[in-house]
């Protein structure tokens, strides 16, 4: 079993709420194409947003009765809060395999099906993945993608490693100081290996960075990538999406081989 975790952003908060829950479902519909069909995604929210499709059990919204963010600083507090919301519910299902997954980001359709068939690893970090710029009909490869983007872990958890219970209020934030869940994305891999629990490579890239939503937190203050992302890019092929890239990221239904 595999769990992915969304923290989704409150309607008030979102500068256009249409276009969030139309990246939203995309990014859940590449999450419920998995191959293997042992998976269960749970989405911490203020709003449940519209869905697209009809999705079974394996889909599951946890509503936050918390007071609703009003600057970047509330935002990443609530952000916080809505993974620790997902981890204490991954808790009480027993722990395991867990990938949080930005709500505008696109995952693999393989990762469930490698990841059920490695039981006992510690978890897995993507090696590379790509970067996708919204509207754009290409993807480039990105090497070590967690620097940037926070849906490149798959991390192995024992029920002791995730809260039974939440902090009093969203602005309780020590969560972060004690759960490894909580852990910065950039930092996680390190902290890990420090600790004895080095992740495995992933044989393949899971994630797509999504950037231009105009909801990205990480943009709010204007930042864009760093100079040495920037060169990377401009030195990066293009892969265009209408090939197995596209097909195994949920861009397209089908294409030729």
């Known amino acids: 079993m595999i769990y992915f975790g969304i923290p989704l952003r409150s309607k008030k908060a979102s500068k256009n709420w249409a276009m969030v829950t139309k990246i939203f479902n995309r990014t859940l519909e590449s999450i419920y194409r998995q191959t293997d ?3 269960h995604v749970i989405i911490a929210c203020h709003d449940i947003p519209e869905l697209y499709r009809n999705y079974d ?6 509503v936050s009765d918390q007071p609703l963010p009003e600057n970047k600083r509330e935002m990443r507090l609530d952000k ?6 997902i ?8 722990g395991g395999y867990t990938m949080i997954v930005d709500s505008d980001d696109i995952v693999s359709n ?12 510690n978890g897995f970090l993507s090696k590379f993945g790509y970067l996708y710029r919204e509207g754009m009909p290409y993807v480039k490869k990105i090497y070590a993608p967690h620097r940037i983007c926070g849906s490149c872990s798959i991390i192995n958890y024992s029920v002791e490693d995730l809260p039974d219970i939440m902090p009093e209020n969203l602005w309780d934030d020590t969560f972060k100081d004690k759960w ?7 930092l996680l891999p390190k902290y890990l290996k420090e600790h004895g629990r080095e992740l495995a490579r992933m044989p393949f890239p899971t994630t797509i960075y999504v950037r231009n939503t105009n909801d990205n937190i990480s943009m709010m203050g204007g930042r864009d990538l760093n100079k040495k992302r920037k060169i990377e890019g401009m030195l990066r092929r293009k892969i265009k999406l209408t090939g197995r890239v596209g097909f195994e990221f949920g861009f397209i239904e089908e294409y030729e081989k």
């Open 110 to 121: 393989r990762i469930a099906e490698y990841v059920n068939a490695h039981p006992g690893e």
């Open 87 to 94: 981890a204490v519910r991954i808790r009480q299902m027993g």
């Open 37 to 39: 069909p042992d998976f």
């Open 80 to 85: 916080g809060w809505k993974i620790s919301m």
């Open 57 to 62: 059990e394996r889909v599951e919204f946890l």
């Open 180 to 186: 490894i869940i909580r852990k910065s994305h950039r």
